[in-house]
């Protein structure tokens, strides 16, 4: 079965094309970004027997950028079979526990979520649409949720201390992301260490634009650190992390400025962007560093608040941790802030392995001492895998 997956951001659309079988290893056929949808719009595009293209179009919306990944693919003959689509979609809500085809109801309920989800939804609603329109309604398509992997989270940990009633009226609790994520990190790391799932419990760190600690006990998630939305948690490309609620409603009056107006600044011109006044981008400021003394705090907050969640996780874990993972953009290929996280961990049984962290950049391995109680690993997360299994495996259903 040949498995188109689609990723659709507020202005990007990432894809591949995944053959996958009922046994057996997924074969990669191609992948691609569409980058400034609503815009002047880049693309590059890879595909097996291909060359790759890259160039520059006016992109209108995302009906218009799946329209041109799909054109693509069937100008190569290898390419052009599509037998289902996999759509990632952010927000799943309290209804979605698990992915699930795609019918008229649920992309009503998807509708009804961007209420909550106002930043992620929409896009993934905009791609699941043009996909039904260039590709015809024949062609089933289900839908992943990065809030999934997190509804095994227990209520203690999902309930925020406010009204019950409000609670209860609003949908409000912790829902958690990067759940597709997360839940790849810990099956690939069971893969390479031949454990089964179930008998996993650890931490994984998944770090990039956006970034998010998880929890895990016996292979489910039980506590996450992004909450009712993503921006929770964790010190981000752009986005604030944890904060005081207070501030919103404080900067509103001092700024007068709106509540949606300071949720704009929290989002898109906090976090490393923010502090440093340079970049929301690890890899500038790792370069600036030296000479730059807000990249060096910036770096520093984000290093604290990363450890500070480990720490935490680690008590929730009480003891039973036998694994940190790291993933995400600069989980993956930043050891000088893998180094920095776990700096002064040893009394938890953490020891890095210093030659092993320098040299794990972009792909899975071990970075622990031989002397570490816990595995420290780096894992290259591929929620597109995780998305053609769904697809797979609801189909065949």
Known sequence: MKILVLNCGSSTLKFQLIEIATTGPQRKLARGIVERVGSHATYRFDGEGAARIEAATPVADHDAAVQLVIAWLKRISQLSKIDAVGHRVVHGGERFTSAVLIDDSVIAELERLCEIAPLHNPASLAGIRATRTHLGAAVPMVASFDTSFHHTI?????AYAIPHELAEKHEIRRYGFHGLAHQYDLGR??????????????????????????????????????????????????RSGDLDPALVSYLARKENATVDAVEGWLNKRSGLLGVSGLSGDMRELIAARDDNAQARLAIDIFCYRARKYLGAYLAVLAGAAEAVIFSGGIGENAPPIRQEILGGMEWCGINLNHSANDNVIGSDGRISSTHSKIDLFVIHTDEEAIIAQDTMRIIGN
């Open 189 to 238: 790391y069971a893969e390479l260490c031949s454990k089964h799932v179930e008998q996993i419990s650890g931490v994984t760190l998944h770090l990039g634009s956006g970034c998010s600690a998880t929890a895990i006990r016996n292979g489910q998630s039980v506590d996450t650190s992004m909450g009712f939305t993503p921006l929770e948690g964790l010190v981000m490309g752009t």
């Open 154 to 158: 227990p209520p203690h940990a999902a």
